[in-house]
DNA sequence: CGGCAAAAGCAAGCGGGTTTGCTTTAGGAT
DNA sequence: ATCCTAAAGCAAACCCGCTTGCTTTTGCCG
Protein backbone atom coordinates (compact mmCIF):
# COMPACT_ATOMS: atom_id res chain seq x y z
CA UNK A 1 0.00 0.00 0.00
CA UNK A 2 1.12 3.48 -1.56
CA UNK A 3 -0.53 5.25 1.24
CA UNK A 4 -0.94 2.80 4.53
CA UNK A 5 -2.86 5.38 7.11
CA UNK A 6 -4.29 7.75 4.92
CA UNK A 7 -8.02 8.62 3.38
CA UNK A 8 -7.32 5.13 1.42
CA UNK A 9 -6.80 2.63 4.17
CA UNK A 10 -10.31 4.23 5.78
CA UNK A 11 -12.21 4.39 2.20
CA UNK A 12 -10.98 0.70 2.08
CA UNK A 13 -11.70 -0.53 5.71
CA UNK A 14 -15.50 1.10 4.98
CA UNK A 15 -16.01 -0.44 2.10
CA UNK A 16 -15.17 -3.97 4.03
CA UNK A 17 -17.24 -2.89 6.59
CA UNK A 18 -20.40 -2.14 3.90
CA UNK A 19 -19.95 -5.30 2.42
CA UNK A 20 -19.52 -8.00 5.33
CA UNK A 21 -22.45 -6.03 7.06
CA UNK A 22 -24.38 -6.89 3.38
CA UNK A 23 -23.73 -9.77 3.46
CA UNK A 24 -25.10 -10.53 6.82
CA UNK A 25 -28.35 -8.93 6.46
CA UNK A 26 -28.78 -11.40 4.15
CA UNK A 27 -28.35 -8.68 0.96
CA UNK A 28 -25.81 -11.57 -0.68
CA UNK A 29 -27.26 -9.90 -4.39
CA UNK A 30 -25.76 -6.73 -3.37
CA UNK A 31 -24.27 -4.59 -6.32
CA UNK A 32 -21.94 -2.15 -5.65
CA UNK A 33 -23.40 1.38 -6.10
CA UNK A 34 -25.87 -0.13 -2.86
CA UNK A 35 -21.81 -1.06 -1.09
CA UNK A 36 -20.77 2.11 -2.02
CA UNK A 37 -23.70 4.05 -0.67
CA UNK A 38 -23.23 2.08 2.81
CA UNK A 39 -19.68 2.88 2.85
CA UNK A 40 -20.42 6.70 2.03
CA UNK A 41 -17.85 6.21 -0.54
CA UNK A 42 -18.11 6.95 -4.27
CA UNK A 43 -19.09 4.01 -6.57
CA UNK A 44 -16.53 5.13 -9.00
CA UNK A 45 -13.66 5.08 -6.15
CA UNK A 46 -14.88 0.91 -5.65
CA UNK A 47 -14.83 0.51 -9.38
CA UNK A 48 -11.23 2.01 -9.70
CA UNK A 49 -9.91 0.08 -6.78
CA UNK A 50 -11.28 -3.48 -6.74
CA UNK A 51 -12.69 -3.31 -10.61
CA UNK A 52 -15.61 -5.98 -9.74
CA UNK A 53 -17.73 -6.94 -7.33
CA UNK A 54 -16.10 -10.42 -7.30
CA UNK A 55 -12.64 -9.00 -6.42
CA UNK A 56 -14.09 -6.76 -3.50
CA UNK A 57 -15.72 -9.68 -2.08
CA UNK A 58 -12.61 -12.15 -2.05
CA UNK A 59 -10.30 -9.08 -0.46
CA UNK A 60 -12.82 -8.58 2.24
CA UNK A 61 -13.35 -12.33 2.93
CA UNK A 62 -9.22 -12.83 3.23
CA UNK A 63 -8.31 -9.84 4.97
CA UNK A 64 -11.25 -10.56 7.19
CA UNK A 65 -10.18 -13.95 7.87
CA UNK A 66 -6.77 -13.46 8.09
CA UNK A 67 -6.78 -11.84 11.54
CA UNK A 68 -9.10 -15.12 13.01
CA UNK A 69 -8.09 -17.88 15.30
CA UNK A 70 -4.14 -17.71 15.66
CA UNK A 71 -2.40 -20.75 16.58
CA UNK A 72 -1.10 -20.30 19.89
CA UNK A 73 2.32 -21.37 21.21
CA UNK A 74 1.46 -23.32 24.39
CA UNK A 75 4.69 -25.55 24.18
CA UNK A 76 2.30 -28.44 23.74
CA UNK A 77 1.43 -29.37 20.60
CA UNK A 78 -2.90 -30.56 22.45
CA UNK A 79 -2.91 -26.84 23.84
CA UNK A 80 -2.18 -25.37 20.72
CA UNK A 81 -4.50 -27.42 18.48
CA UNK A 82 -7.53 -27.06 21.11
CA UNK A 83 -6.85 -23.25 21.42
CA UNK A 84 -6.19 -22.86 17.81
CA UNK A 85 -9.71 -25.35 17.42
CA UNK A 86 -11.65 -23.21 19.71
CA UNK A 87 -11.07 -20.12 17.92
CA UNK A 88 -11.62 -21.55 14.41
CA UNK A 89 -15.19 -22.78 16.15
CA UNK A 90 -16.36 -19.63 17.77
CA UNK A 91 -15.15 -17.39 14.41
CA UNK A 92 -17.55 -20.37 12.63
CA UNK A 93 -20.52 -19.29 15.13
CA UNK A 94 -20.14 -16.11 14.02
CA UNK A 95 -22.49 -14.96 11.47
CA UNK A 96 -19.95 -12.78 9.85
CA UNK A 97 -17.13 -15.65 10.54
CA UNK A 98 -19.68 -18.12 8.49
CA UNK A 99 -20.74 -15.26 5.41
CA UNK A 100 -17.34 -14.66 5.31
CA UNK A 101 -16.14 -18.28 4.56
CA UNK A 102 -19.40 -18.76 2.36
CA UNK A 103 -18.11 -15.53 0.03
CA UNK A 104 -14.39 -17.13 -0.42
CA UNK A 105 -15.54 -20.28 -1.66
CA UNK A 106 -17.92 -18.67 -3.73
CA UNK A 107 -15.57 -16.22 -5.30
CA UNK A 108 -13.20 -18.83 -5.66
CA UNK A 109 -12.79 -19.58 -9.55
CA UNK A 110 -11.46 -22.64 -11.28
CA UNK A 111 -7.92 -21.31 -10.61
CA UNK A 112 -4.88 -23.75 -9.42
CA UNK A 113 -3.27 -21.45 -6.64
CA UNK A 114 -4.38 -23.11 -3.28
CA UNK A 115 -5.54 -20.02 -2.30
CA UNK A 116 -3.32 -17.54 -0.18
CA UNK A 117 -5.61 -17.81 2.47
CA UNK A 118 -5.67 -21.09 3.38
CA UNK A 119 -1.72 -21.49 2.39
CA UNK A 120 -0.66 -19.47 5.08
CA UNK A 121 -2.88 -21.12 7.42
CA UNK A 122 -1.03 -24.47 6.18
CA UNK A 123 2.12 -22.47 7.17
CA UNK A 124 1.30 -21.52 10.72
CA UNK A 125 -0.02 -25.18 11.43
CA UNK A 126 3.00 -26.56 9.84
CA UNK A 127 5.12 -24.54 12.08
CA UNK A 128 3.36 -25.68 15.75
CA UNK A 129 3.76 -29.24 14.51
CA UNK A 130 7.43 -28.62 13.96
CA UNK A 131 7.64 -27.31 17.37
CA UNK A 132 5.69 -30.08 18.57
CA UNK A 133 8.65 -32.60 16.78
CA UNK A 134 11.18 -30.64 17.90
CA UNK A 135 9.93 -31.15 21.33
CA UNK A 136 9.81 -35.40 20.90
CA UNK A 137 5.52 -34.97 20.82
CA UNK A 138 4.35 -37.10 18.25
CA UNK A 139 2.51 -35.19 15.39
CA UNK A 140 -0.04 -35.72 12.74
CA UNK A 141 0.53 -34.08 9.27
CA UNK A 142 -0.68 -30.66 8.05
CA UNK A 143 -3.32 -32.63 5.86
CA UNK A 144 -4.32 -34.97 8.61
CA UNK A 145 -4.88 -31.66 10.85
CA UNK A 146 -7.01 -30.30 7.92
CA UNK A 147 -9.35 -33.41 7.23
CA UNK A 148 -9.81 -34.34 10.55
CA UNK A 149 -10.64 -30.82 12.11
CA UNK A 150 -11.12 -28.11 9.72
CA UNK A 151 -12.99 -29.92 6.92
CA UNK A 152 -15.45 -31.29 9.30
CA UNK A 153 -15.71 -27.77 11.04
CA UNK A 154 -16.17 -25.96 7.53
CA UNK A 155 -18.41 -28.33 6.10
CA UNK A 156 -20.81 -27.71 8.88
CA UNK A 157 -20.87 -24.10 8.04
CA UNK A 158 -21.01 -24.56 3.89
CA UNK A 159 -24.25 -26.88 4.06
CA UNK A 160 -25.81 -25.12 7.10
CA UNK A 161 -25.33 -27.98 9.67
CA UNK A 162 -25.25 -26.82 13.38
CA UNK A 163 -21.89 -26.35 15.09
CA UNK A 164 -22.15 -28.03 18.73
CA UNK A 165 -20.16 -26.49 21.15
CA UNK A 166 -17.23 -28.50 21.90
CA UNK A 167 -17.19 -29.44 18.24
CA UNK A 168 -13.50 -28.37 17.71
CA UNK A 169 -12.15 -29.83 20.87
CA UNK A 170 -13.67 -33.24 20.14
CA UNK A 171 -12.22 -33.06 16.45
CA UNK A 172 -8.57 -32.37 18.18
CA UNK A 173 -9.21 -35.09 20.12
CA UNK A 174 -9.90 -37.75 17.36
CA UNK A 175 -7.19 -36.56 15.72
CA UNK A 176 -4.80 -37.47 18.44
CA UNK A 177 -5.95 -40.47 19.61
CA UNK A 178 -5.49 -41.68 16.04
CA UNK A 179 -1.98 -41.08 16.20
CA UNK A 180 -0.31 -43.71 18.71
CA UNK A 181 -2.45 -46.39 16.75
CA UNK A 182 -1.15 -45.03 13.48
CA UNK A 183 -2.69 -42.98 10.91
CA UNK A 184 -4.28 -44.08 7.43
CA UNK A 185 -4.96 -47.64 6.02
CA UNK B 1 -43.92 -31.52 -13.75
CA UNK B 2 -46.99 -31.03 -15.91
CA UNK B 3 -45.38 -32.21 -19.29
CA UNK B 4 -42.08 -34.77 -18.17
CA UNK B 5 -41.17 -35.79 -21.70
CA UNK B 6 -41.70 -32.52 -23.93
CA UNK B 7 -40.41 -29.92 -25.05
CA UNK B 8 -40.37 -28.53 -21.55
CA UNK B 9 -37.97 -31.30 -20.67
CA UNK B 10 -36.05 -30.69 -23.56
CA UNK B 11 -35.29 -26.81 -22.64
CA UNK B 12 -34.53 -27.72 -19.37
CA UNK B 13 -31.94 -30.46 -19.82
CA UNK B 14 -30.47 -27.49 -22.93
CA UNK B 15 -30.31 -24.93 -19.93
CA UNK B 16 -28.71 -27.03 -17.77
CA UNK B 17 -25.91 -28.19 -19.91
CA UNK B 18 -25.55 -24.95 -20.86
CA UNK B 19 -24.70 -23.99 -17.00
CA UNK B 20 -22.50 -26.58 -16.80
CA UNK B 21 -20.79 -25.62 -20.02
CA UNK B 22 -20.42 -22.38 -19.51
CA UNK B 23 -18.87 -22.89 -15.60
CA UNK B 24 -16.59 -25.56 -16.77
CA UNK B 25 -14.88 -23.13 -19.22
CA UNK B 26 -14.34 -20.42 -16.67
CA UNK B 27 -17.50 -18.39 -17.42
CA UNK B 28 -18.74 -18.31 -13.77
CA UNK B 29 -20.82 -15.04 -14.11
CA UNK B 30 -22.43 -15.66 -17.08
CA UNK B 31 -25.68 -13.98 -17.26
CA UNK B 32 -28.82 -15.37 -17.99
CA UNK B 33 -28.69 -14.39 -21.92
CA UNK B 34 -25.61 -15.61 -22.47
CA UNK B 35 -26.71 -18.88 -21.04
CA UNK B 36 -30.06 -18.66 -23.01
CA UNK B 37 -28.09 -18.03 -26.11
CA UNK B 38 -25.54 -21.20 -25.66
CA UNK B 39 -28.76 -23.21 -24.89
CA UNK B 40 -30.62 -22.10 -28.11
CA UNK B 41 -33.25 -20.97 -25.89
CA UNK B 42 -34.88 -17.59 -25.23
CA UNK B 43 -33.86 -16.01 -22.95
CA UNK B 44 -37.38 -15.03 -21.88
CA UNK B 45 -38.20 -18.76 -21.36
CA UNK B 46 -34.88 -19.05 -18.64
CA UNK B 47 -36.79 -15.94 -16.90
CA UNK B 48 -40.03 -17.28 -16.44
CA UNK B 49 -38.98 -20.47 -15.49
CA UNK B 50 -36.35 -20.25 -13.02
CA UNK B 51 -36.67 -16.34 -12.23
CA UNK B 52 -32.98 -15.90 -11.38
CA UNK B 53 -29.80 -16.92 -12.30
CA UNK B 54 -28.90 -18.12 -8.39
CA UNK B 55 -32.34 -20.30 -8.86
CA UNK B 56 -31.18 -21.67 -12.05
CA UNK B 57 -27.73 -22.78 -10.82
CA UNK B 58 -28.96 -24.28 -7.89
CA UNK B 59 -31.11 -26.26 -9.77
CA UNK B 60 -28.75 -27.60 -12.24
CA UNK B 61 -26.07 -27.95 -9.47
CA UNK B 62 -28.54 -30.33 -7.65
CA UNK B 63 -30.10 -32.13 -10.31
CA UNK B 64 -26.94 -33.13 -11.94
CA UNK B 65 -25.43 -34.04 -8.49
CA UNK B 66 -28.40 -36.36 -7.49
CA UNK B 67 -27.22 -38.50 -10.10
CA UNK B 68 -23.90 -39.10 -9.18
CA UNK B 69 -22.43 -41.71 -6.04
CA UNK B 70 -25.07 -43.83 -4.94
CA UNK B 71 -24.51 -46.07 -2.05
CA UNK B 72 -24.63 -50.13 -3.17
CA UNK B 73 -25.82 -52.46 -1.39
CA UNK B 74 -23.41 -55.34 -0.96
CA UNK B 75 -24.22 -56.79 1.98
CA UNK B 76 -21.16 -55.31 3.99
CA UNK B 77 -21.06 -51.66 5.35
CA UNK B 78 -17.16 -51.75 4.53
CA UNK B 79 -17.92 -52.32 0.91
CA UNK B 80 -20.76 -50.15 0.60
CA UNK B 81 -18.78 -47.11 2.41
CA UNK B 82 -16.16 -48.28 -0.14
CA UNK B 83 -18.20 -48.15 -3.27
CA UNK B 84 -19.89 -44.68 -2.48
CA UNK B 85 -16.62 -42.86 -1.44
CA UNK B 86 -15.30 -43.89 -4.44
CA UNK B 87 -18.24 -42.66 -6.84
CA UNK B 88 -17.84 -39.41 -4.68
CA UNK B 89 -14.01 -39.29 -5.08
CA UNK B 90 -14.47 -39.92 -9.01
CA UNK B 91 -16.88 -37.11 -8.99
CA UNK B 92 -14.63 -34.82 -7.21
CA UNK B 93 -11.85 -34.92 -9.75
CA UNK B 94 -14.28 -34.40 -12.77
CA UNK B 95 -14.35 -30.66 -13.83
CA UNK B 96 -18.02 -31.06 -13.72
CA UNK B 97 -18.22 -32.12 -10.48
CA UNK B 98 -16.13 -29.72 -9.02
CA UNK B 99 -17.62 -26.76 -10.09
CA UNK B 100 -21.38 -28.29 -9.40
CA UNK B 101 -20.31 -28.55 -5.41
CA UNK B 102 -18.73 -25.22 -5.74
CA UNK B 103 -21.92 -23.79 -7.51
CA UNK B 104 -23.88 -25.40 -4.68
CA UNK B 105 -22.29 -24.07 -2.02
CA UNK B 106 -22.09 -20.45 -3.68
CA UNK B 107 -25.77 -19.88 -4.41
CA UNK B 108 -26.56 -21.66 -0.85
CA UNK B 109 -27.86 -18.28 1.02
CA UNK B 110 -28.33 -18.10 4.95
CA UNK B 111 -31.80 -20.14 4.37
CA UNK B 112 -31.86 -22.42 7.63
CA UNK B 113 -33.02 -25.33 5.52
CA UNK B 114 -30.28 -28.10 5.55
CA UNK B 115 -30.38 -28.21 1.87
CA UNK B 116 -32.46 -30.89 0.21
CA UNK B 117 -28.96 -32.70 -1.66
CA UNK B 118 -27.60 -33.17 1.50
CA UNK B 119 -30.54 -34.08 3.46
CA UNK B 120 -31.75 -36.96 1.23
CA UNK B 121 -27.75 -38.08 0.89
CA UNK B 122 -28.19 -38.00 4.46
CA UNK B 123 -31.03 -40.16 4.06
CA UNK B 124 -29.26 -42.94 1.83
CA UNK B 125 -26.43 -43.27 4.55
CA UNK B 126 -28.63 -43.93 7.48
CA UNK B 127 -30.61 -46.52 5.32
CA UNK B 128 -26.66 -48.06 4.76
CA UNK B 129 -25.76 -48.01 8.57
CA UNK B 130 -29.35 -49.76 9.33
CA UNK B 131 -28.63 -52.29 7.03
CA UNK B 132 -25.56 -52.60 8.83
CA UNK B 133 -26.82 -52.65 12.19
CA UNK B 134 -29.19 -54.96 11.34
CA UNK B 135 -27.11 -57.42 10.38
CA UNK B 136 -25.20 -56.96 13.79
CA UNK B 137 -21.94 -54.62 12.44
CA UNK B 138 -20.93 -52.18 14.31
CA UNK B 139 -21.63 -48.57 12.86
CA UNK B 140 -20.85 -45.57 12.87
CA UNK B 141 -23.26 -42.20 12.66
CA UNK B 142 -24.09 -40.19 10.09
CA UNK B 143 -22.24 -37.66 11.55
CA UNK B 144 -18.99 -39.52 11.59
CA UNK B 145 -19.30 -41.06 7.68
CA UNK B 146 -19.87 -36.96 6.86
CA UNK B 147 -16.79 -35.64 9.27
CA UNK B 148 -14.16 -38.30 8.22
CA UNK B 149 -15.28 -38.91 4.70
CA UNK B 150 -16.63 -36.32 3.10
CA UNK B 151 -15.67 -33.14 4.68
CA UNK B 152 -12.10 -33.80 3.77
CA UNK B 153 -13.21 -34.86 -0.08
CA UNK B 154 -15.53 -31.64 -0.38
CA UNK B 155 -12.85 -29.38 1.31
CA UNK B 156 -10.01 -30.52 -0.99
CA UNK B 157 -12.53 -29.54 -4.31
CA UNK B 158 -13.94 -26.51 -2.63
CA UNK B 159 -10.41 -25.51 -1.42
CA UNK B 160 -8.99 -26.24 -4.61
CA UNK B 161 -6.02 -28.88 -2.86
CA UNK B 162 -5.36 -32.08 -5.04
CA UNK B 163 -7.67 -35.40 -4.64
CA UNK B 164 -5.11 -38.06 -4.42
CA UNK B 165 -6.34 -41.45 -6.06
CA UNK B 166 -7.35 -44.09 -3.30
CA UNK B 167 -8.24 -40.64 -0.82
CA UNK B 168 -11.55 -42.19 -0.54
CA UNK B 169 -10.84 -45.63 0.34
CA UNK B 170 -8.15 -44.23 2.82
CA UNK B 171 -11.09 -41.96 4.78
CA UNK B 172 -13.19 -44.55 4.77
CA UNK B 173 -10.86 -46.90 6.76
CA UNK B 174 -10.17 -44.25 8.75
CA UNK B 175 -13.52 -43.87 9.91
CA UNK B 176 -13.81 -47.90 10.65
CA UNK B 177 -10.56 -47.85 12.71
CA UNK B 178 -12.56 -45.23 14.65
CA UNK B 179 -15.12 -47.26 15.40
CA UNK B 180 -14.99 -49.02 19.19
CA UNK B 181 -15.58 -52.92 18.60
CA UNK B 182 -12.95 -52.24 15.54
CA UNK B 183 -9.99 -53.05 14.88
CA UNK B 184 -7.16 -50.04 16.20
CA UNK B 185 -4.29 -50.77 13.45
C1' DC C 1 -58.53 -35.80 -35.46
C1' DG C 2 -59.13 -31.39 -33.18
C1' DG C 3 -59.32 -28.38 -29.22
C1' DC C 4 -57.05 -26.66 -24.99
C1' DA C 5 -53.75 -25.04 -21.99
C1' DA C 6 -49.03 -24.72 -20.65
C1' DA C 7 -44.85 -23.32 -22.07
C1' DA C 8 -41.70 -21.05 -25.48
C1' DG C 9 -40.78 -17.20 -28.53
C1' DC C 10 -40.82 -12.31 -29.76
C1' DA C 11 -40.10 -7.29 -29.30
C1' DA C 12 -40.04 -3.11 -27.11
C1' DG C 13 -39.17 -0.47 -23.14
C1' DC C 14 -37.28 0.37 -18.55
C1' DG C 15 -33.93 0.63 -15.06
C1' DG C 16 -29.63 0.46 -13.11
C1' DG C 17 -24.97 -1.18 -13.24
C1' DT C 18 -20.69 0.09 -15.44
C1' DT C 19 -17.49 2.97 -17.89
C1' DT C 20 -14.89 7.24 -18.70
C1' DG C 21 -12.89 11.98 -18.78
C1' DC C 22 -12.27 15.43 -15.79
C1' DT C 23 -11.95 17.86 -11.25
C1' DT C 24 -11.01 17.97 -6.42
C1' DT C 25 -9.01 16.45 -2.20
C1' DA C 26 -5.57 14.83 0.85
C1' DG C 27 -1.38 12.79 2.48
C1' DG C 28 3.51 12.30 1.93
C1' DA C 29 7.92 14.47 0.43
C1' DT C 30 11.04 18.29 -0.11
C1' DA D 1 4.93 25.55 4.52
C1' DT D 2 4.52 24.26 -0.30
C1' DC D 3 4.45 21.21 -4.05
C1' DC D 4 3.15 16.78 -6.16
C1' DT D 5 0.99 12.74 -7.03
C1' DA D 6 -2.16 9.04 -5.93
C1' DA D 7 -6.63 8.33 -4.90
C1' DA D 8 -11.53 9.89 -4.33
C1' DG D 9 -15.47 12.43 -6.13
C1' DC D 10 -18.53 13.89 -9.82
C1' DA D 11 -21.52 13.67 -13.97
C1' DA D 12 -22.96 11.99 -18.10
C1' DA D 13 -23.37 8.53 -21.35
C1' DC D 14 -23.43 3.76 -22.65
C1' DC D 15 -24.47 -0.92 -22.37
C1' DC D 16 -27.09 -4.73 -21.14
C1' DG D 17 -29.74 -7.47 -18.15
C1' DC D 18 -34.39 -7.74 -16.95
C1' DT D 19 -39.45 -7.06 -17.34
C1' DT D 20 -43.89 -7.39 -19.71
C1' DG D 21 -47.84 -7.91 -22.90
C1' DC D 22 -48.75 -10.47 -26.63
C1' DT D 23 -48.36 -14.19 -30.18
C1' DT D 24 -47.02 -18.77 -31.54
C1' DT D 25 -45.92 -23.42 -30.85
C1' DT D 26 -46.43 -27.97 -28.86
C1' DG D 27 -47.90 -31.90 -26.66
C1' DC D 28 -51.46 -34.08 -23.94
C1' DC D 29 -56.44 -35.58 -23.82
C1' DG D 30 -61.01 -36.25 -25.15
Known amino acids: ?????????????????????????????????????????????????????????????VTRLRATSPIPDTGSLREDLLGWAEGVERSMCDPRGQILLRALVATLGPEKEPLEHLRARGEDLQAALDRATARGEPAPSVEDVLDFVLAPLYLRVLFRRPVEPGTGALLVDRLLSSLPAGRGG
Chains 1, 2 share one sequence.
Open 1 to 61: MTRPGGRSARVRDAVHDAVVDLLVIGEINAAIPKIAEKAGVNPTSVYRRWGSREQLLLDAA
